[in-house]
């Protein structure tokens, strides 16, 4: 399958500062990169959809300003937690999808970013 | 929006067993549905997928099967080992290109 990369692996940050997430697709172009939180033994909770160089799709109840995204690039979409908080401690991962992969329909997940806010 | 179940929630398999973990869906339009395996502390991982105008697919140990009429489409894991122990989520495309996820199944493969 194809390869999604995301960085950092672990991060602990102070509360109210800032995180920034990268997720990069590296071995094809993702058109739509897609951002998941999941709470431990838990689903996949979809917080926004990106396309590349257009704003960024939110689910309902996600702060826009708190959990800013951008797709810059179409191996590249990072996630920035603003003013983290204590309950903003997650997973997150990131998917991506591009339509040179067997249709538009396959996402391949990055490794995930264990985010702890102290 | 699409709503997808998937049952039972935990589903213990004495190794060399099948498993079977079966998902329902909604939205009669969803065309696309993949199975994701996800172990503890890493990524989901795409195991198998299915398209709606075929009615099963296998790879090797798994296999999926696709009812549209009753809108349900199930894995089936056979010869279990235990390393195919670990979450599985089910998934169908919404019309908005999106994938709705199911809540996952753990399945524990005994040795």
């Known amino acids: 399958g194809a390869v999604v990369s995301q960085h950092p692996s672990r991060v602990i940050c102070k509360s109210g500062t800032s995180v920034k997430i990268e997720c990069r697709s590296l071995d094809f172009q993702a058109t739509t990169m897609f951002w998941y939180r999941q709470f431990p033994k838990k689903s996949l909770m979809l917080m926004a959809t990106?396309?590349?160089?257009?704003?960024?799709?939110?689910e309902q109840g996600v702060e826009k300003d708190k959990f800013l995204i951008n797709h810059a690039s179409l191996t590249l979409s990072t996630l920035t937690v603003t003013s983290a908080h204590p309950e903003d401690s997650s997973f997150y991962i990131c998917?991506?999808?591009?339509?040179?992969?067997?249709?538009?329909?396959?996402?391949?997940f990055g490794p995930g970013t264990r985010l702890t806010v102290t | 929006g699409e709503n997808v179940e998937q049952h039972p929630s935990t589903l213990s398999v004495q190794e060399g067993d099948s498993a079977v973990i079966k998902c329902t869906y909604s939205d009669s339009a969803s065309n696309y549905f993949p199975w994701y395996k996800q172990e503890l502390g890493k990524r989901p991982q795409l195991i198998i997928d299915?398209?709606?105008?075929?009615g099963e697919k296998k790879d090797q140990r798994i296999a999926v099967t696709l009812n549209k009429t009753a809108k349900h489409f199930s894995l089936h894991i056979t010869e279990t080992q235990p390393e195919d122990s670990a979450v599985y989520f089910c998934?169908?495309?919404?019309?908005?290109?999106?994938?709705?996820f199911g809540k996952g199944n753990q399945v524990v493969v005994i040795p």
């Open positions: 299915i398209r709606s105008n075929v």
């Open positions: 998934a169908a495309k919404e019309g908005n290109n999106r994938l709705a």
């Open positions: 998917s991506a999808r591009g339509s040179e992969r067997g249709g538009v329909y396959e996402q391949y």
């Open positions: 990106s396309n590349e160089g257009s704003k960024a799709t939110y």
